[in-house]
């Protein structure tokens, strides 16, 4: 398992005397708030029932490939975590999670990627670029609520 | 070994706008990391940018500049002609982050001017020739939600049959109390619909110490080393935990989840967790997105028969997850009965 805990969400914060606006969905990583997480999955039934199990305890944006995701990302929103599939058509999770690693706006935000075959690039992959966490599938989705959950709580804490 | 350039990539080199301030003097033109950049004065860019025809855009951030009101107009120049635009600042800054949401660029760059904006080009570049090619009207994702007639049916079938067979549930329990030690239902949990995860009622047809048991007769699986387990001529089972299971009479309480709403009558088969969570990946998780039932196509199809595979049985639960409606329920419901009689001990 890899794991990374140098994520810092605040960071920007600190190095300026004045805040940055916050964006709606950011309002939510205060505490009390529910954290909102986006799904990128393009089988579209596992990824309804992803955001139907998740909704009851996350604010849920769920897509279905790379290109909408980046466009809510770019939209202004700013999730607490990005749960995305590795292999999809087009952009894969590979260069989405790449992109969003080398992305003034979005490289710490933490990713959970979830993968359907164990894949030897995937692993180094996920190194280079600190993927928080990986989750093969098929999951148990109590298992995956927990390292959602364990992977916030880290970001938060740093 | 690891390959960076393993996707294949767009036109290559970038032939980059470079975007800069009225106050910056910098060469107009400069080579670096296979881009060739060409620096244009925020005033001239619009107009430039049909003529030079760049590959993308990178725009130069500088805190303070009035400038900035000419952003919205390059970046809807931008996203017309369908180019990547990245606004870029030499030092981390919180307002040019700012500046980037506000004005939707497609990214935000610091830094030094590395590999990594070329690749970024490519993707950015990538995804826009997606959105020319791709306008499908996007689906919310939604879990499976039941029908208010369904549910009222439900309600209504499970309500009179518990208050019919209640004198005989009332024997049974009675029965189950006095041939073993244990109480009369056996609670398991198990995921219905959406995986949803609830507490599935039967009457206990086995030993009370019938779980730890199940390991070790692992062998005897009768379907091999599937995700389904069902043994022949189970020795945990009692003989009159026999005899309600060859007359489905141990399903019954199943008829309390329908009350409750866990499941409903016709709908596919709660699964155990250790089988339901084999089933969340693609192409299966969607025979999740179905009511759960307490009889179903998989049922009907081929009840009691010891050859359906795994796959089988997934399909026909995947098959229901996309046809089922109030009439297709029905016609299962009755098909149900016979397929009930003509049921073996399995």
């Known amino acids: 398992m890899v794991y990374k805990s140098a994520l810092a969400l605040n960071r920007h914060h600190q190095k300026n005397d004045k805040p940055i606006p916050l964006n709606p969905t950011k309002i939510t990583t205060m505490e009390g708030a529910k954290n909102t997480i986006l799904i990128v999955e393009d089988d579209t039934a596992l990824c309804a029932l992803l955001t139907t199990y998740l909704e009851p305890v996350y604010q849920v944006h769920a897509v279905h490939n790379s290109m909408d995701a980046w466009d809510w990302l770019s939209a202004g929103n700013f999730p607490n975590l990005i749960l995305t599939d590795f292999k999809m058509p087009f952009v894969n999770g590979m260069e989405l999670t790449e992109n969003l690693r080398t992305s003034g706006l979005f490289r710490d935000i933490p990713i959970v990627v979830l993968t359907g075959s164990s894949d030897p690039d995937l692993e180094e992959h996920a190194q280079i670029w600190n993927i928080e966490r990986i989750v093969a599938k098929p999951f148990n989705p109590e298992e995956l609520l927990e390292t959602i959950d364990q992977t916030l709580n880290q970001a938060n804490h740093v | ?346």
Not at chain 2, 63 to 78: M, P, Q, R, T, V
Not at chain 2, 268 to 289: H, I, S
Not at chain 2, 331 to 342: C, D, E, G, S, V
């Open chain 2, 1 to 346: 070994m690891y390959n960076h350039n393993q996707q294949n990539s767009p036109q290559h080199p970038h032939n980059v706008m470079w975007v800069v301030g009225h106050e910056v003097h910098i060469k107009s033109e400069f080579h670096l990391k296979g881009m060739d950049f060409t620096c244009i004065d925020i005033a001239a860019a619009p107009k430039a940018l049909e003529k030079m025809e760049p590959t993308a855009i990178t725009v130069l951030y500088r805190s303070g500049l009035e400038e900035h009101a000419k952003f919205g107009e390059i970046k809807d120049k931008a996203d017309n002609l369908a180019l990547p635009i990245v606004l870029y600042s030499v030092e981390e800054d919180a307002e040019a982050r700012e500046v980037a949401t506000t004005y939707q660029f497609d990214d935000y760059h610091f830094g030094k001017l590395s590999d990594n904006l070329e690749r970024k080009f490519d993707m950015i570049q990538k995804m826009k020739e997606y959105k020319d090619t791709e306008e499908e009207p996007v689906e919310e994702p939604a879990g499976v939600k039941i029908p208010p007639a369904k549910r009222m049916f439900d309600i209504l079938v499970a309500a009179s049959a518990l208050i019919v067979l209640s004198p005989l549930l009332l024997l049974i329990a009675l029965i189950i109390k006095l041939e073993s030690r244990g109480p009369i239902f056996y609670v398991s949990r198990r995921a219905g619909h959406n995986y949803n995860v609830f507490p599935f009622i039967k009457f206990r047809s086995m030993y009370q110490d019938a779980d730890a048991r199940l390991q070790q007769l692992s062998t005897h699986n009768q379907y091999g080393d599937g995700i389904f387990i069902k043994i022949k001529n189970d020795p945990r089972v009692t003989p009159f935990g026999r005899f309600l299971r060859k007359t489905s009479l141990d399903e019954v309480p199943q008829l309390i989840n329908v009350l409750k709403g866990d499941m409903s009558i016709v709908g596919n088969r709660p699964l155990p967790l250790y089988e339901a969570e084999q089933l969340t990946q693609d192409e299966v998780a969607k025979r999740f997105l179905a009511p759960a039932g307490v009889t179903g196509l998989w049922q009907v199809t081929k009840r009691g028969k010891d050859d359906m595979s795994d796959e089988e049985r997934i399909n026909l639960d995947i098959e229901y997850a996309r046809k089922h409606s109030m009439i297709y329920d029905m016609r299962l419901l009755i098909n149900t009965i016979p397929a009930m009689l003509q049921k073996e001990a399995v």
